[in-house]
């Protein structure tokens, strides 16, 4: 079975610096995605960036981009130049390739950007 | 990606009786999926329906609870049968679509 942990449950940074949350994960697969989603105070839940683990180079999405560590299996999230739209509660999700795979969340952060 | 909408938006229900939550996908999809969510929680997946199939449940949900129905591929409904408030919950929608998937803006669901 496959386990995602954020153990951090909460975070906070100043608007326009860099933050990263950490998430790590347990699996004996060795082909899946990880991905981070971005949940706003009381709007819908969307996908921010996603990996494919047979690529080594890290995924970037604009101010969003992962440090993936196959090997210690560790998938962080970097927000650079923080904005205050930023505040949101973050997932890290895991999923195998293949059919009928399910997505596993971790527990989730709550980020806050403070002005 | 996937435009979904979720209907209704929210709803305030008495103990004991049903609410069925409809999901509508912008386009065909073959798999979606119903969450539970508590506020401030994670994600709990509650089933996964493909059209023309019955739905997979996992642990702890069972059809009688949480009837699925999956007629078309853009369309579902999610039933809540019998509610206690242990029911209150945000009870979302989502579709894949390679290896993304994308969520629907949810229901938030109270039972008094």
């Known amino acids: 079975a496959q386990t995602v942990t954020q153990s951090q449950p909460e975070m906070s940074v100043q608007e326009a610096e860099t933050v990263t949350l950490s998430c790590t994960y347990d699996?004996?697969?060795?082909?899946?995605?990880l991905f981070w989603y971005k949940q706003p105070p009381s709007r819908q839940m969307i996908l921010v960036i996603r990996?494919?683990?047979?690529?080594?180079q890290n995924a970037t999405e604009n101010r969003f981009s992962v440090n993936f560590q196959k090997a210690a299996k560790s998938f962080s999230l970097k927000i650079s130049d923080s904005q205050l739209g930023d505040t949101a509660m973050y997932f890290c999700?895991?999923?195998?390739?293949?059919?009928?795979?399910?997505?596993?969340f971790g527990k989730g952060i709550t980020l806050s950007v403070r002005p | 990606s996937a435009v979904i909408s979720q209907k209704p938006s929210r709803d305030i229900c008495q103990r004991g009786t049903s609410l069925t939550i409809q999901c509508q996908v912008d386009?065909?999809?073959?798999?979606m999926f119903w969450y539970r969510q508590q506020p401030g929680q994670s994600l709990t997946l509650i089933a996964t329906?493909?059209?023309?199939?019955?739905?997979?449940?996992e642990s702890g949900f069972v059809i009688d609870k949480f009837p699925i129905s999956r007629p078309n591929l853009t369309f579902s409904t999610l039933t809540v049968s019998n509610m206690s408030p242990e029911d209150s919950s945000i009870y979302l929608c989502?579709?894949?679509?390679?290896?993304?998937?994308?969520f629907g803006p949810g229901t938030r669901l109270t039972v008094t």
């Open positions: 386009s065909q999809v073959t798999m």
């Open positions: 989502s579709v894949e679509n390679a290896y993304e998937q994308y």
């Open positions: 990996q494919e683990a047979y690529k080594q």
């Open positions: 699996t004996s697969e060795n082909n899946y995605y």
């Open positions: 999700a895991f999923r195998v390739t293949g059919a009928n795979s399910k997505l596993t």
């Open positions: 329906a493909n059209q023309g199939s019955e739905a997979t449940y």
